[in-house]
């Protein structure tokens, strides 16, 4: 096996899984924390980025589209972008928008997203309340690919498991499966550093 760095940007609204990627980058030979980008009006992550010396910039589709420019138009800019830093893996954590394929095909299967859900329920916005309204048992959260413009319909890396209490809340079913996103998430980028997955169509094989 090369001893390759893997190049990591991380895509965030507010930052809130940014510490976790940041301490499995710190913590493994093979993994690079380069960039973090926002698309929020105000982010605590690119501030906390920045702190640790790692590049960090907003690129907010509210401003782009005072331009007239379109959301692949937006896409597309934002992949020249991540271009310049040459990365090997880009991490969307808390990214509300929907990629394109402007995106996506500059990148393939090199990006993944952390959905708090087990997909495919509950997939989009809100998730945790969506579980809740739906009454559901149990719900977790899920780590996929994205190679596609759907939401939340990557093949599946890993997943896991929160129970939904009756008196369970918006705010403390997140809080619970926060902790799970964290665990999946740093898990998710070791096994991609080492190079131990291999997508066959819908199913993401886990080399033993």
């Not at 105000?42 to 640790?52: N, R, T, V």
């Not at 087990?118 to 190679?147: I, N, R, S, W």
């Not at 596609?148 to 997140?174: A, H, K, M, N, Y």
């Not at 809080?175 to 964290?182: C, L, N, R, S």
Request: charged share 30%; hydrophobic share 40%; net charge neutral.
């Amino acid at each position: 096996m090369e001893n390759k760095k893997y190049k990591i940007c991380v895509l965030i609204g507010r930052g809130g899984r940014l510490k976790a990627i940041y301490e499995c980058a710190k913590n493994h030979p093979l993994a690079d924390l380069v960039l973090v980008v926002s698309h929020k009006k105000e982010s605590p992550g690119i501030d906390w980025a920045k702190k640790q010396g790692i590049d960090a910039f907003y690129f907010r589709w509210t401003d782009f589209k005072k331009d007239g420019g379109t959301r692949r138009d937006f896409d597309k800019a934002l992949a020249k972008k991540l271009k310049r830093y040459g990365p090997d893996l880009i991490v969307m954590a808390g990214w509300d928008l929907i990629v394109h394929n402007e995106l996506i095909h500059e990148f393939p299967n090199e990006i993944i997203n952390l959905h708090p859900s087990l997909c495919p329920a509950f997939p989009g916005m809100d998730a945790e309340k969506q579980a809740l309204d739906y009454g559901a048992k149990y719900t977790g959260c899920t780590v996929h690919f994205v190679t596609d413009e759907g939401v939340d319909t990557g093949p599946i890396i890993l997943q896991d498991v929160v129970r939904v209490e009756l008196s369970e809340t918006v705010d403390s079913l997140q809080e619970k499966i926060h902790q799970k996103e964290d665990k999946i998430l740093a898990q998710a980028i070791k096994l991609i550093a080492l190079k131990k997955l291999e997508i066959t169509g819908r199913k993401v094989i886990i080399e033993q």
